[in-house]
């Protein structure tokens, strides 16, 4: 490749890396959005007797996710940590949920 095909591919990129960073930033506010807005909801639920376990399982499952996600494409040993305690949380949310609690 010349130095021509070069800057037109790069060119024809879909992201670059400045929008792959406002991305990834965006999807760190939306689960700091996700989990204080399910702290709120479960808080309010909990003074009125009212089960929680369903904003934890889907709380749980998204952050799982994104960790998943992130170890697959890293291999950071703290990623996968941190995915394996919240699929561990999502599966007893879930089984708690379906209990009735």
């Known amino acids: 490749m010349n130095r021509e095909e070069i800057l ?3 060119r024809n990129e879909s992201f670059d ?3 792959m960073q406002v991305h990834d930033k965006s999807m760190k506010w939306t689960y700091i959005a996700l989990v204080l807005s399910a702290v709120v ?3 309010i639920r909990a003074n009125d007797g ?4 369903d904003l934890c399982a889907t ?3 998204s952050v799982f996710t994104g960790n998943i996600y992130r170890f697959v ?3 950071y040993t703290y990623n996968l ?3 394996v ?3 561990l949380i999502f599966v007893f949310a879930t089984i708690r949920f379906f209990m009735g609690h």
Not at 50 to 53: A, D, E, I, K, S
């Open 85 to 87: 305690i919240m699929l």
């Open 59 to 61: 709380v749980s499952l």
């Open 17 to 19: 890396e400045m929008e």
């Open 8 to 10: 037109q591919k790069s």
């Open 41 to 43: 909801f479960a808080f």
């Open 73 to 75: 494409r890293t291999k």
């Open 50 to 53: 009212l089960p929680v376990m």
């Open 81 to 83: 940590i941190i995915a």
